[in-house]
């Protein structure tokens, strides 16, 4: 399987701060990275797919970057709303993996 | 709007058998491959597995090989999964996921339902 792992594990921050949150693959995975955002009690919501596409609805403060086995996540001015856990996933092969997830907490 | 409602979950003893239900609305469900995510308390998410659109071909992890059967019924737009032999590690909420085309394979998870709740103990 592949492993996704994130960096950091969680971090803390300030409203309005630029935060960034790293995911490496254990092998290349192209750009078959999607990043999901799951609020306390809530279903996973797909943020970022293909590792730099913006899903619909989502405020263009994210954006995401990377291919092979380096990719970013990028919260350009950080809100409320936003203090909460992300995860990315791998769609490269099967069986599709997530990371251990990132918590982002407020400073 | 896409609507997933997940069902079925509960709390059984281990060796036991639970089957989840996952009625769709809000888009035509016999055209997208669907998915069983999980999550353990406090955990990170793990995919279980996964359907093609016509249900001819399903994925599974290994964790759940040859104990756990995805099914689906698009004359009713619902998704099942059937788990046998449960285990204390299969305690979870059991997401069902919408993937974005029609494969088994096809698992970027655009729409998710809210979770049910399974409870493996005795």
């Known amino acids: 399987d592949i492993q996704m792992t994130q960096s950091p594990s969680s971090l803390s921050a300030s409203v309005g701060d630029r935060v960034t949150i790293t995911c490496r693959a254990s092998?290349?995975?192209?750009?078959?990275l999607h990043w999901y955002q799951q609020r306390p009690g809530k279903a996973p919501k797909l943020l970022i797919y293909?590792?730099?596409n913006l899903q619909g609805g989502v405020p263009s403060r994210f954006s995401g970057s990377g291919s092979g086995t380096d990719f970013t996540l990028t919260i350009s001015s950080l809100q409320p709303e936003d203090f909460t856990t992300y995860y990315c996933?791998?769609?490269?092969?099967?069986?599709?993996?997530f990371g251990q997830g990132t918590k982002v907490e407020i400073k | 709007e896409v609507q997933l409602l997940e069902s079925g979950g509960g709390l059984v003893q281990p060796g036991g058998s639970l089957r989840l239900s996952c009625v769709a609305s809000?888009?035509?469900?016999?055209?997208?491959?669907m998915s069983w995510v999980r999550q353990a308390p406090g955990k990170g998410l793990e995919w279980v597995s996964g359907?093609?659109?016509?249900?001819?071909?399903?994925y599974y992890a290994d964790s759940v090989k040859g104990r756990f059967t995805i099914s689906r019924d698009n004359s009713k737009n619902t998704l099942y999964l059937h788990m046998n032999s449960l285990r204390a590690e299969d305690t979870a909420l059991y997401y069902c996921?919408?993937?974005?085309?029609?494969?088994?394979?096809?698992?970027?998870?655009?729409?998710w339902g809210q979770g049910t709740l399974v409870t493996v103990s005795s």
């Open positions: 996933q791998q769609t490269y092969r099967t069986p599709p993996t």
């Open positions: 996921a919408k993937g974005s085309c029609s494969s088994a394979s096809c698992y970027r998870f655009d729409s």
């Open positions: 809000g888009f035509t469900f016999s055209s997208y491959g």
């Open positions: 359907i093609s659109d016509g249900g001819g071909n399903t």
């Open positions: 293909d590792a730099s």
């Open positions: 092998q290349s995975i192209s750009s078959y």
